[in-house]
């Protein structure tokens, strides 16, 4: 029984070694970057991508409170829904929206002023 134990704790530890030497690569590679150029990515930008991305750019815009806004993606159209305190918190919640690569639309159809 030692014996599986041991090889459990070998296997975990050479689990945690490989990710953080994944992630200390991933580390390296970006101070190599030297910011001058965008990083370039054939990955394509995915609706799950777009969703988080615009609810963290509306978490960080002043004015507007990002947990009154629903936010969906479906084929890089941007659907925002919910109400917010202002017309003004609207039009940015919108522009934060629209400034996330790989938003083709934002359909704001559904997110109103208390105004």
Not at 24 to 33: E, K, L, R, S, Y
Not at 39 to 65: M, R
Not at 71 to 96: F, N, S, W, Y
């Amino acid at each position: 029984m030692k014996r599986n134990n041991a090889s459990l704790v070998s296997l975990s530890l050479a689990t945690v070694f490989a990710l953080g030497s994944a992630s200390f690569a991933t580390a390296q590679a970006a101070a190599a970057h030297d910011g001058n150029e965008p990083t370039k990515s054939d990955q394509p930008v995915t609706d799950t991508w777009i969703t988080t991305k615009v609810k963290t750019e509306l978490a960080t815009t002043d004015g507007v409170k990002s947990m009154e806004v629903d936010v969906k993606t479906i084929d890089g159209v941007v659907t925002l829904t919910g109400v917010l305190a202002t017309d003004t918190a609207v039009k940015k919640a919108v522009a934060a929206a629209e400034s996330v690569k790989g938003v083709k639309r934002v359909d704001a159809s559904g997110l109103k002023s208390k105004e």
